[in-house]
């Protein structure tokens, strides 16, 4: 950015720290393209792009009272955008992977060609986390969730306690959720650094 551009810029996280509207439109005009362009690349879906750019932009707006004390507006609208973009993108992945195990244990296969991609796509990073976990806690996971097993007959039939299964259970569930998150924050932090430039 030049100088005239980041002065200008100042002049205007100033206007808008003030609570002025047309400042603050002005600005969403300069990042909305760039906001939304990084929510199609991640998410390939306008609405959902939409609402990562109406998601930022009333962070901004909530913000708005401490704006002009910020040094590096790009570098800040960067890190609130990549966090904006990993939430929802972990919720919707976490929604897909639920859908998706759900699927695998009703055998209710994917309908279009775009639909089996996606679950093959999401069953490979599944699979990924559940190789990474320690081997109890990946048996204990693989029985309730592939085999349907109730925590009780787990418990049961590794002869280990009913506690020791739920505590199983809870410390895979996070690995498999963290391990999908580093996977979304590695493809969001390319796609930051690409779409948000300055």
Known sequence: MSDSVINMEKVLLLQVAKGDEIA??????????????????????????????????????EKRSQISEISFFNSWIRTVARNTCSNNLRSLAIEKLALHEYALKTNIAPISPAARFEAKEYQQILEEAIQQLPPQQRKVYLMSRRQGMKQEDIATKLNISYYTVKEYMKLANRSVINYLGAKLDIAISLAVLLYLKP
Request: glycine share 2%.
């Open 24 to 61: 603050f439109r002005q600005l969403y005009d300069v990042y909305r393209q760039k906001i939304f362009s990084l929510g199609m690349y991640l998410t390939h879906s306008e609405v959902l792009a939409e609402e990562i750019v109406q998601d930022v932009f009333m962070k901004v707006w």
